[in-house]
């Protein structure tokens, strides 16, 4: 060993026995560890690249999975096409429906006819039919394409072979789809929500909210809502005063009103004992009225006789109100709405599993309309 580069001692015999014996014996003992531990290495090196493929098929069969359960992207359809899967735009038609019911390539449809927007080209419909094919929601009707022809443009959305308009159902003297409150209120929040991810999601504006273009779909746990037209502002002119979400926010709120109440129409013509004249009440009057009036029970549809909660019914007239109110105030976000018939929701089903468990009475008034 060196004590310095000047002062160095050489060596002895010995002490190169002793330090070419340590270091044989330092290099045998790590050459049997090394060996010794190569196996149990190789082991784990093996184990980590499975546990490391195998992480990434799943991740290879879960994103195929996720894309697998998108609906094919929308098309651009030929007018011939819509014309053949029409019958020449003759098939029968509800006198509430404002769209044709047909089959598009072996799917479902109900065809909607819409004022293009001016100087609208193919381009740009395949650009729109792309941006909207981002988004998905339950309460979503799927876009399946569109067609151009002349001042026209046709939106063909998914439609369940047993689903209705909203439109539809309201009108009928007697309906079993909506016969439960549970339903009606099912029916608010799915639209509700769709409108919230629109608001939300989509940063975009439905602009045409309304009972016909709402369609019921039956659903194993009862019923859902599918709200069509969304993406439609990117293809067809806006209805007059539906360029924001402050008017789907009011066009909710008097959708709502309608569900509760069982109109058909927003308004309607109403005799007045004292005029002796017939003059135009709408849903939103009649609201008001009831509100004010401590007369809820009487005024939700008669066609749930009296098994509803009215302390529900009261408040989701609150929220119809404050959304379709003219009054000064700005509509509520669409977040907010969403989450009072949500609350709304969720009370009512509290009800219906009490109401399963006891006689009922005590939920149920007894007292005549």
Same mark, same amino acid.
Request: proline residues 6%; positive net charge; charged residues 20%.
């Given at each position: 060993?060196?004590?310095?580069? #000047? ?6 015999? &010995?002490? %190169?026995? !002793? @330090? $070419? +014996?340590?270091? *044989? =014996?330092? /290099? ?18 093996? #184990? ?6 195998? &992480?990434? %098929?799943? !991740? @290879? $069969? +879960?994103?195929? *999975? =996720?894309? /697998? ?26 006198? &509430?429906?404002?769209?044709? @019911?047909? +089959?598009?390539?072996?799917?479902? /449809? ?260």
């Amino acid at each position: 060993m060196c004590k310095s580069s #000047s002062g160095a001692l050489a060596p002895t015999a &010995s002490r %190169r026995r !002793s @330090r $070419s +014996s340590s270091s *044989a =014996a330092t /290099a045998a003992a790590s050459f049997s560890a090394a060996t010794s531990s190569g196996p149990d290495r190789q082991t784990t090196n093996t #184990s980590n690249t499975t546990t490391s493929s195998t &992480s990434s %098929r799943s !991740s @290879r $069969s +879960s994103l195929a *999975a =996720a894309r /697998a359960s998108l609906p094919p992207p929308p098309l651009l359809y030929p007018f011939h096409e819509l014309t053949a899967a029409t019958n020449g735009f003759l098939a029968k038609r509800d006198a &509430s429906s404002t769209y044709w @019911r047909c +089959s598009l390539r072996g799917r479902d /449809a109900a065809l909607f006819q819409l004022r293009a927007l001016p100087g609208l080209t193919r381009a740009d419909a395949s650009a729109a039919l792309a941006r909207t094919a981002r988004y998905h929601h339950a309460s979503l009707a799927p876009l399946l394409g569109a067609c151009l022809a002349g001042p026209h443009v046709y939106l063909a959305y998914s439609h369940p072979p047993a689903a209705a308009s909203l439109a539809a159902c309201l009108l009928r003297s007697s309906t079993s789809i909506l016969g439960t409150w549970l339903s009606r209120v099912q029916v608010a929040a799915d639209v509700a929500q769709g409108l919230d991810y629109v608001h939300t999601h989509a940063d975009a504006v439905h602009g045409r909210v309304s009972p016909s273009t709402v369609l019921l779909v039956p659903d194993p746990d009862g019923l859902r809502a599918s709200l069509t037209h969304f993406g439609a502002d990117q293809f067809a002119q806006p209805d007059a005063a539906a360029a924001q979400s402050d008017s789907d926010v009011h066009a909710f709120g008097l959708l709502l009103l309608q569900l509760l109440s069982g109109e058909a129409e927003a308004s309607r013509f109403r005799f007045d004992r004292a005029t002796k004249e017939f003059a135009t009440v709408s849903v939103l009057d009649t609201a008001a009225e009831a509100l004010a009036t401590g007369r809820v029970r009487t005024w939700v549809d008669r066609r749930l006789g009296d098994s509803f909660p009215v302390a529900a019914a009261e408040k989701l007239l609150e929220v119809g109100l404050r959304c379709a109110s003219p009054d000064d105030r700005p509509p509520p976000e669409m977040s907010w709405v969403a989450g009072k018939v949500s609350k709304a929701y969720v009370e009512s089903r509290a009800w219906a599993r009490q109401l399963q468990h006891s006689d009922g009475l005590s939920s149920v008034s007894l007292a005549p309309r």
